[in-house]
């Protein structure tokens, strides 16, 4: 990807995982995740397919490449995440995008975080085990 070339830029979140994802126009599909194919980033089928959902929804599978940079959270948190940034992006290319991306329930953050832990238990709500004696 050229750095002169138009492109569409949203962010995603999920978790602790934060997505920038750029679409450039006029491109064959190709998508790179932090700078590697999507088959080398992500190991499970299901986080590859939910990078590409977006485009599929929108049927644009093939008009636009991708390049999407990751942080934070583990891998399906990165997915999810990247999968809101290319929702996002779409939507700047074209808002007719906006009813089906909708109804996927791609351009919804989910905001569920991790419960902090609280003084005297194991983890958020797992006390220590009790014993009588």
Do not use: C, W
């Amino acid at each position: 990807m050229t750095e002169t070339q138009q492109y569409y830029e949203g962010v995603g979140r999920r978790k602790e995982a934060t997505a920038r994802a750029r679409l450039y126009s006029g491109g064959s599909g190709k998508v790179l995740i932090n700078d590697r194919e999507l088959e080398a980033y992500f190991g499970k089928e299901l986080d590859r397919q939910a990078v590409k959902s977006p485009l599929a929804v929108a049927g644009a599978e093939e008009r636009y490449n991708i390049s999407v940079h990751v942080n934070g959270g583990g891998s399906t948190g990165q997915a999810i995440a990247a999968r809101m940034a290319v929702a996002r992006a779409l939507l700047k290319i074209d808002i007719e995008f906006r009813a089906a991306l909708k109804a996927a329930g791609f351009l919804s953050r989910d905001a569920r975080e991790k419960e902090r832990k609280k003084p005297g238990l194991k983890r958020a709500r797992k006390a220590p085990t009790y014993t009588k004696r």
